[in-house]
Structures are given as C-alpha cells and as structure tokens.
C-alpha cells in the first residue's frame, strides 16, 4: 500500500529555515515524480516543486532562490527544505507522486500526504 | 503558462441531483487533465486522470470528459459525501477550484 507521511511542520519567524519530511512506503521515491503542493488557509492548490526520477528537479518562481527538494533514496524519503520564509509561505504542504502519463509526459497526482502545517510568523 | 479557470466557483445542491463543474484551459492541454476532490481537513483525492479515466476506488458517478481547452467532471447522483472542493490539473497548474454544497 502507498503511504506518505509528511512531518516537520511548525511555527517559524519571518527570514527562517525550517526542513519537511516525507517519508514514503509501498513506492520507491528515486523511480517517480516527487512534488510539493502547498495550500494557504482557505486558499486552493499551489504546485511548489518537483524532483524527477532523474533527479532533475523544478521550481515554481515564488519559491526558487529559497527552497530545495531533494531526497534520500536509503531511507526512502524526500525533502524540502526552506529558507527565507515568508508570511506568504503560510500553508499546509502536501508531498504528492506524479504518475506520467501513458505518453511519458506529462503527470498527475495519484498519492497525496496529509500535509504538514507551517505557519511563518512576522 | 496555462491558466485553467474553473466555473462555476461555487454550486448548491441537494443529494441525488446530477452536477457538472467545468474546466477551461488557456491552450490546449490535450487530454492531459485530471481532476481532485478535497474534503475540509483532508489531503485531494485523485479522482480522474487523462480527462476520463476513473482512479483506483471511484465511484462510477463520477465521469470526466473533454479534450483541447473545455473538459467537465460530472456526478450523476449526488450523494452526502461528495460535497467538497474539486479542482482540475494540468502539470504544474491547478484550477482554483469549485466548491459543491448542500443546498
């Protein structure tokens, strides 16, 4: 059975780090996508990030320059850590599999975690 | 960077009524659309993929259709748990989704 378990989540001062947790099972994370998805209190879905099996990875604009994704394959694990948090960084974050498509490209969301809160304060 | 814009932003309904929310992309995505259900408090749930292809475990009222800019998401008779949020998805871009409330 797939499972992601998000963790590292917590209140965090403006200009701070702070590093998420996924740990996955029932997968292996170095042979898919890895994404990040963030939602702002009563807000919709944000794609953040993504790791490729490949290990190439991509970011959305809001985010680069200060957050990383990366993943420890011995543990089966991703991560991502942030740095010059924001107000607007202010959301639950939800790691997330993608599944390509038949054709190889491009993918969607079978698995989602539960999320992990982070609340940046000023 | 495509856009998809999601209508109508909120719908009010009773149990057993049939419900189609739509999806619209600024260019065509092909049929590479899926679509979300997201209950307060809980994680989006796959429902479709590649514009009508149900997920693992989804009930047969649910049906996706479309390809290019317009797609919908129908559910045929509504039941008490189907109320949330849906939202559609194109590769790194999310609708802003549809709320479905009881009426």
């Known amino acids: 059975e797939v499972q992601l378990v998000e963790s590292g989540g917590g209140l965090v001062q403006s200009g701070g780090s702070l590093r998420l947790s996924c740990a996955a099972s029932g997968f292996t994370v170095s042979s898919d996508y890895m994404s990040w998805v963030r939602q702002a209190p009563g807000k919709g879905l944000e794609w953040v990030l993504v790791i490729y099996s490949g290990g190439s990875t991509y970011y959305a604009d809001s985010v680069k320059g200060r957050f990383t994704i990366s993943r420890d394959n011995s543990k089966n694990t991703l991560y991502l850590q942030m740095n010059s948090l924001r107000g607007e960084d202010t959301a639950m974050y939800y790691c997330?599999?993608?599944?390509?498509?038949?054709?190889?490209?491009?993918?969607?969301?079978?698995?989602w975690g539960q999320g992990t809160l982070v609340t940046v304060s000023s | 960077e495509i856009v998809l814009t999601q209508s109508p932003a909120t719908l009010s309904l009773s149990p057993g009524e049939r419900v189609t929310l739509s999806c619209r992309a600024s260019q065509s995505v092909s049929s590479y659309l899926a679509w979300y259900q997201q209950k307060p408090g809980q994680a989006p749930r796959l429902l479709i993929y590649?514009?009508?292809n149900r997920a693992t475990g989804i009930p047969a009222r649910f049906s996706g259709s479309g390809s290019g800019t317009d797609f919908t998401l129908t559910i045929s008779s509504l039941e008490p748990e189907d109320f949330a949020v849906f939202y559609c998805?194109?590769?790194?871009?999310f609708g802003q989704g549809t709320k479905l409330e009881i009426k």
């Open positions: 997330a599999r993608g599944r390509p498509y038949s054709s190889g490209w491009p993918y969607y969301f079978d698995y």
């Open positions: 590649d514009a009508s």
């Open positions: 998805q194109h590769l790194y871009t």
